[in-house]
C-alpha cells in the first residue's frame, strides 16, 4: 500500500525557516518524480514543487522561487521542502504527493494527508 | 503562466442527477488536464488524467472531455459520495490547478 506520511509542519514566525519532510512507503520511492501542493485554509489546491527521480531537474511556482528548495533522499525514501524566508501567504496545509515515471502521464496519483504551516507573529 | 478556470463556482445538484462541470484554460493544453475530487479535511483523490482517461477504480459514472482550452468532467447519475469540491489541473507548463466547483445538496 502506498503511503506518502508528511512531518515538520507548525507555527513560525514571518521571515522564519522550517523543513517539512516525507516519508515514503509501499513503492519504488526512487522511480517516480515527487511533489508539494499547498492548500490554505478555505481556498483552492496550489501546486508548489516538484523534483525529477534523481533530482536533477526540479520546478517550482514563481510565488516560491528563491525562498523555497525541493530535494530528495532516495536511500531513505524521503522528500523534503526546506522553506525559507516565510510569509504569512504560505500558511496552508502542505501536501506530499507521488508523481508520475515518466513525464506526460498520470500526473499525481497518491496524496499523504498534509502538514499544516502557519505562519504568523 | 497558464490559468485555469472552473465554473460554475458552486452548483446544487439532487441524487440522480446529470452534473457538469466545465474547465478552460489560459491557452492550449492539448489533453494534458486531470480532474481531482476533493471531500473536506481529506486530501484529493484523482479521478481523471489526459482530459479522458479514467484511473483505476474511480467508477464509470465519471467522465471526462475536452481538449485545447476547453474541458468537462461529467458525473452521470450523482450519487451521495460524489458531493464534494473537485479541481481540473493543468500539467503541460508547470502546473496550475482551477479554482475549484463545489457540489453540493439541493
Known amino acids: 500500500e502506498v503511503q506518502l506520511v508528511e512531518s515538520g509542519g507548525g507555527l513560525v514566525q514571518p521571515g522564519g525557516s522550517l523543513r517539512l519532510s516525507c516519508a515514503a512507503s509501499?513503492?519504488?520511492?526512487?522511480?517516480?518524480?515527487m511533489n508539494w501542493v499547498r492548500q490554505a485554509p478555505g481556498k483552492g489546491l496550489e501546486w508548489v514543487a516538484n523534483?525529477?527521480?534523481?533530482?536533477?531537474?526540479?520546478y517550482y511556482v514563481d510565488s516560491v522561487k528563491g525562498r523555497f528548495t525541493i530535494s530528495r533522499d532516495n536511500a531513505k525514501n524521503s522528500l523534503y521542502l526546506q522553506m525559507n524566508s516565510l510569509r504569512a501567504e504560505d500558511t496552508a496545509v502542505y501536501y506530499c504527493?507521488?508523481?508520475?515515471?515518466?513525464?506526460?502521464?498520470?500526473?499525481?496519483?497518491?496524496w499523504g494527508q498534509g502538514t499544516l504551516v502557519t505562519v504568523s507573529s | 503562466d497558464i490559468q485555469m478556470t472552473q465554473s460554475p463556482s458552486t452548483l446544487s445538484a439532487s441524487v440522480g442527477d446529470r452534473v457538469t462541470i466545465t474547465c478552460r484554460a489560459s491557452?492550449?493544453?492539448?489533453?494534458?488536464l486531470a480532474w481531482y475530487q476533493q471531500k473536506p479535511g481529506k486530501a484529493p483523490t484523482l479521478l481523471i488524467y489526459k482530459a479522458s482517461s479514467l484511473q483505476s477504480g474511480v467508477p464509470s459514472r465519471f467522465s471526462g472531455s475536452g481538449s485545447g482550452t476547453e474541458f468537462t468532467l461529467t458525473i452521470s447519475s450523482l450519487q451521495p459520495d460524489d458531493f464534494a469540491t473537485y479541481y481540473c489541473q493543468q500539467y503541460t507548463n508547470l502546473w496550475t490547478f482551477g479554482q475549484g466547483t463545489k457540489v453540493e445538496i439541493k
Open positions: 491557452q492550449s493544453i492539448s489533453s494534458w
Open positions: 509501499g513503492f519504488t520511492f526512487s522511480g517516480y518524480w
Open positions: 504527493a507521488r508523481g508520475w515515471v515518466v513525464p506526460a502521464t498520470i500526473p499525481i496519483d497518491y
Open positions: 523534483i525529477k527521480q534523481d533530482g536533477s531537474e526540479k
